[in-house]
C-alpha cells in the first residue's frame, strides 16, 4: 500500500466532529511537523503550517477543514439512551442503522441508532420519513447510571460516524467517512511536502481548520491570523454522476480530473484566477472540471472577505455522497488536485497576485 493511500485511509477513519478535531489535528500535526519552518494552533485549534520566510510576498494561504458532520450528545435517558445534536447537515435517513463513536473522558464508546423493526410497524409507519428527534443511540447501558459513570458519556460529547476507509472492488475508488474534508486536508499535506522540495516564490501558509460544517468558524480565525494575498481552499467536491442526479445540480464527475467551483452559496471565485489555474493545468497535463452549484459553503469565502478582500478559488477533489458514513473519490482526482495546486502557488508572484487583484 502506498505512503499516500495509507495517510488518506488514516484521515478518512479518524474522528473529529465538529470542535473536536483533534485525532485528526495529530495526523496533520505529524505529517506537517517535518515540512514546516512555523506550526501553532490558533485559538480555536486551526492548525496554521508555514513555508518559506515569514516577510515573504506574496502571503498565498491555503485551507482545508478538519471536522466531519457529526451530532452531540444531548442528554441520557433514565433507560441508558443517548438522545443527540446535530453537527452540520447530515439527512435524517443518513443516521439511522449506523456505527457511532462517542468521545468520553474515558475513552471511545461505541454505539448504534436503531429504529422500531418492521414488525411492529403499521403499514401507514412505514412509508414515513423517521426524523431525528425519534432517533438514539444505543450504547449497550443498562440506564442511565450506568451510562454515565460507566462508559463516561457526558452532554457535549461528540459523536463521529464510524466507517472503515476501503478501496473499493480493486478500482481506483476509495470509499470512507469524511472525505469532507479529509481529502482536502490530505492535498494540502501533499502540497506543502511538493512545496518543500520544489519551494514557492513568497511564503505558503496552510491552515487545517476547526468548525467548517457549523459555520466556518476556523477559517474566520485562522485567515485573521495569516493575512493572506491570496488563497486557495481546498474541499471535497460534489459529483453529479450516479442515478438520481442531473447536471443542472452539479457537474463533476469522479475520475475526470480536480473541479473548479464558479458558484456556491456562499462565494463567487476571481475569475482570473480562475483562468490562471486553467491555464496552469493545460500546460502541465491535467484535466480540470467545472462545478456550479446553487447551495454549499466552503472556507474559501472567509479567505475572500479578509484583508480588505482578496482573489480566492475552491478548488475540490469530486466525491460522491458527501455527509454520509460512506463518501467515494477517486484516487487520480487526489493526484491530480495535489500536482495542479502545487504548481499554481510555485508559479504565483507579486505581479500575478497585482493582475488578480486589478478591476479594470
Ligand atoms: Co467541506
Do not use: C
Amino acid at each position: 500500500m502506498s505512503r499516500v493511500q495509507r495517510l488518506l485511509e488514516e484521515l478518512s477513519n479518524a474522528h473529529g466532529p465538529s470542535g473536536s478535531e483533534g485525532p485528526v489535528r495529530s495526523i496533520v500535526m505529524r505529517e506537517m511537523a517535518p515540512i514546516a519552518d512555523e506550526l501553532a494552533p490558533d485559538g480555536m485549534g486551526s492548525l496554521i503550517a508555514r513555508l518559506g520566510d515569514k516577510d515573504g510576498s506574496p502571503r498565498v494561504m491555503l485551507t482545508a477543514h478538519m471536522d466531519e458532520v457529526g451530532l452531540m450528545v444531548r442528554y441520557v435517558t433514565p433507560e441508558g439512551f443517548v438522545k443527540f445534536q446535530g453537527l452540520g447537515g447530515m439527512l435524517d435517513q443518513a443516521l439511522i442503522n449506523q456505527r457511532w463513536v462517542i468521545a468520553t473522558r474515558k475513552g471511545p464508546v461505541l454505539g448504534v441508532t436503531g429504529i422500531k423493526t418492521t414488525h411492529v410497524m403499521s403499514m401507514e409507519s412505514r412509508n414515513q420519513l423517521f426524523r431525528r428527534e425519534q432517533m438514539f443511540i444505543d450504547v449497550g447501558a443498562t440506564n442511565k447510571q450506568d451510562a454515565e459513570e460507566r462508559l463516561g458519556i457526558q452532554p457535549g460529547d461528540p459523536i463521529a460516524p464510524d466507517s472503515a476507509f476501503t478501496v473499493l472492488n480493486g478500482s481506483k475508488l476509495y470509499v470512507g467517512k469524511a472525505w469532507d474534508d479529509r481529502a482536502g486536508v490530505g492535498v494540502m499535506i501533499e502540497v506543502m511536502r511538493s512545496l518543500r522540495e520544489r519551494p514557492a516564490q513568497g511564503t505558503v501558509y496552510a491552515a487545517a481548520t476547526v468548525q467548517e460544517e457549523v459555520g466556518l468558524r476556523g477559517a474566520h480565525t485562522s485567515t485573521f491570523m495569516v493575512q493572506p494575498d491570496i488563497g486557495i481552499n481546498l474541499e471535497s467536491g460534489v459529483a453529479g454522476d450516479y442515478p438520481g442526479t442531473n447536471m443542472d445540480e452539479a457537474q463533476e464527475k469522479l475520475g475526470q480530473g480536480p473541479g473548479l467551483f464558479l458558484h456556491d452559496s456562499s462565494m463567487l471565485p476571481n475569475l482570473r484566477l480562475r483562468d490562471f489555474i486553467m491555464d496552469t493545468a493545460k500546460e502541465i497535463g491535467i484535466p480540470v472540471q467545472f462545478n456550479v452549484l446553487s447551495g454549499y459553503g466552503q472556507d474559501g469565502s472567509e479567505m475572500q472577505k479578509s484583508s480588505g478582500g482578496i482573489p480566492v478559488i475552491n478548488l475540490t477533489v469530486p466525491t460522491r455522497y458527501l455527509h454520509s458514513h460512506y463518501s467515494l473519490m477517486h484516487r487520480d482526482d487526489f493526484d491530480r488536485a495535489v500536482t495542479l495546486t502545487a504548481e499554481v502557488v510555485r508559479r504565483m508572484d507579486g505581479d500575478m497576485v497585482a493582475r488578480l487583484k486589478r478591476f479594470d
